[in-house]
């Protein structure tokens, strides 16, 4: 009989995110090149084969592949295991895992919880076993242990903007193949917006043609030289349908469902450099390039128009043919309606349909999206502004702005995806603004940590989970992509599949530290921003300036210096609020954990106190 051991070790369990229950036992397993990966029907096979490609490079090994029937049962073995009778505790992705010295089992009710469970065995492996490297003197040890794991919410989302910046097919693999790590199973594909239509449509090839293509720029985005008449447009790019088919298959073996997003009727920009017909009164459209065109230009489809809709049953028709899942995003966020309401054909349709409110026009566009989507078999999502207006009668709402949009939606009656921004945007500020990369507001770690996505007062049932969102308009490449998404993903990824009572700050910032050892293997992209010092500024009762200092990952020291060099380990250390000597023009402050640093410096300049003192993160 195999002995449970103390409490102490259960450290020992790293997994992200934090499984419903586990146990360390005594013992370990170590993989060798001579454990066999069993498996009792076909599909179990395919994650057999996955955990196989998974393990091959750093350990260099090439376990043989068998059917339990042809399995005899000798030396050490893998199973994963598809229960023949229905186990109703783990559904449909969760999943039971045990440990033996000899042995590992995966059982789970289908290909999903076994490919969770097959996650969940990397996870307990050395870091090393993330190398894009062999490593061939590292040891594959793992304790023994049994999980039972399963999903708080069955949608577990993580979005990519496209549209702003382009990344190709190869980057877009390597996304979900992160996103899968943490058990994310939506990947949502914002594909077009004003900078570029990335999705090819054959039967309005201009899409791509020219809505793909825009003037290159650098520098802060909205800030940039509008493109102007005759500039070429060498920046962007698109997916054919033969790439989407590759990127469907490619996900789908992997437990992940693709959410394509169409974003209309706003944020139409590149659609309309394509057929400046669509909208209300043409001109020479251009994909923006980072200038501020918001108002100034048109960007939203004429809803008086029957090309509009024309259009849309194409492209929806194009659209649902290449993406095999059950929901098509249909946009409906920040529609700027200052052209309908000038726009005669617009005034048109809302007399005809006895409109009484821009708002009601908009809702009629969404309304006739939702029933075109319907007719081809599928169910539409939309930000939560398609609640203005009028709801469409089967849409879910996907709550951007907070939650309030998402427990109206399901007081309704709805389903929700919640996805507040203050918590799911994943481009804003993760630490002080002047140590990260430029971009707007702010979403520490532990704010993202922090998030339950069931308000109270709300029928549970109407939740469908959540997502988290990179928005890339400050976001030009891969290493700054990955840099904005790790870790605050790995905090959403526990709040979308463990227990809210299972959650604790202190031990996920203890195992997120591990997962940053597996990224250093992988030579992945993250921030260390939770570590950083963060300045707070207010006054105390007599009207005097007071700067404290803290940090999100607790247990750290705090030096600081208001003049000479950078401060290090032998500079005071903070241990209460501080008040300002006369003369400072400059507070810097650094974290430093068992006498090395840490964080980064954080640098406050005097001048800048009641600035800093209106900041509210």
């Excluded at 809709?309 to 098509?328: N, Q």
């Excluded at 250093?520 to 009207?543: L, Q």
């Excluded at 609020?577 to 980064?600: M, S, W």
């Amino acid at each position: 009989m195999i002995c449970t051991v103390s409490n102490a070790q259960d450290s020992l369990i790293t997994i992200v995110p934090k499984p419903v229950s586990a146990k360390v036992l005594s013992g370990t397993f170590t993989l060798t090149p001579d454990a066999i990966l069993v498996y009792n029907v076909d599909s179990g096979k395919h994650i057999a084969q996955l955990f196989k490609q998974s393990i091959a490079v750093p350990t260099g090994f090439n376990n043989d592949i068998a059917h339990e029937n042809q399995f005899l049962g000798k030396g050490k073995f893998i199973k994963f295991d598809i229960l023949s009778i229905r186990d109703t505790v783990i559904g449909n992705e969760g999943y039971h895992l045990e440990v033996s010295p000899n042995c590992i089992e995966i059982s789970a009710n289908t290909t999903g919880g076994l490919f969770y469970g097959m996650q969940s065995v990397l996870q307990l492996l050395p870091p090393k076993i993330n190398s894009i490297k062999n490593q061939p003197y590292a040891s594959w040890t793992i304790p023994c242990v049994t999980i039972t794991d399963y999903p708080r919410f069955a949608w577990r989302g993580l979005m990519l903007d496209v549209s702003r910046h382009f990344f190709p097919k190869e980057l877009v693999k390597k996304y979900i193949d992160n996103m899968v790590k943490y058990k994310y199973n939506v990947f949502h594909w914002h594909l077009t917006d004003d900078q570029g239509w990335r999705i090819e449509i054959k039967s309005f090839p201009r899409l791509t043609s020219v809505g793909a293509w825009r003037a290159p720029r650098m520098g802060e985005w909205w800030s940039q030289s509008p493109q102007y008449d005759g500039e070429l447009t060498t920046y962007g790019g698109f997916y054919t349908k033969e790439d989407i088919k590759e990127i469907v298959e490619y996900a789908a073996a992997r437990n992940v469902t693709i959410l394509p997003e169409i974003d209309v009727p706003g944020h139409s920009l590149a659609a309309l450099a394509a057929y400046p017909e669509l909208s209300c009164f043409g001109g020479n459209f251009k994909p923006n390039v980072g200038d501020k065109f918001y108002k100034k230009m048109e960007n939203s489809l004429c809803i008086g128009n029957d090309c509009s809709f024309e259009l849309m049953d194409s492209v929806l028709t194009e659209v649902i043919s290449m993406f095999p899942g059950k929901y098509i995003h249909i946009g409906g966020d920040e529609c700027y309606k200052g052209y309908w309401d000038k726009c005669q054909k617009c005034r048109a349709r809302m007399k005809t349909d006895s409109l009484q409110s821009l708002d009601q026009l908009q809702s009629y566009f969404i309304h006739r999206m939702e029933q075109l989507i319907i007719s081809k078999g599928k169910q539409m999502i939309g930000w939560d502004e398609i609640l203005e207006g009028g709801l469409a009668p089967e849409a879910t709402v996907m709550s951007w702005r907070g939650l309030k949009g998402g427990v109206e939606a399901a007081n309704m009656g709805h389903n929700v995806i919640m996805t507040p921004d203050k918590y799911c945007y994943l481009d804003l500020y993760q630490g002080d603004p002047d140590s990260e990369y430029k971009t707007y507001s702010m979403n520490r770690l532990s704010t993202s940590y922090s998030l339950n996505p069931v308000p109270e007062g709300i029928d549970k049932k109407f939740i469908l989970g959540g997502q988290g969102n990179l928005w890339t308009e400050n976001v030009p490449n891969n290493r700054h992509l990955e840099y904005m998404v790790w870790p605050r993903a790995f905090a959403l990824s526990e709040v979308f599949w463990t227990p809210q009572e299972n959650r604790n700050w202190d031990d996920f910032t203890k195992r997120m530290e591990v997962q940053f050892k597996r990224f250093d293997a992988a030579e992945i992209n993250y921030a260390k921003s939770a570590y950083d010092p963060i300045i707070r500024v207010n006054k105390n009762n007599i009207g005097n300036y007071l700067i404290s200092v803290t940090a999100e990952v607790n247990g750290l020291d705090i030096y600081y210096s208001f003049e000479g060099p950078d401060p290090d380990s032998f500079y005071p250390l903070y241990s209460q609020p501080l008040e300002i000597p006369k003369g400072a023009d400059t507070f810097k402050a650094v974290t430093y954990r068992n006498g090395k640093q840490i964080g980064k410096i954080v640098t406050l300049k005097i001048k800048d106190l009641d600035k800093k003192m209106r900041q509210t993160s």
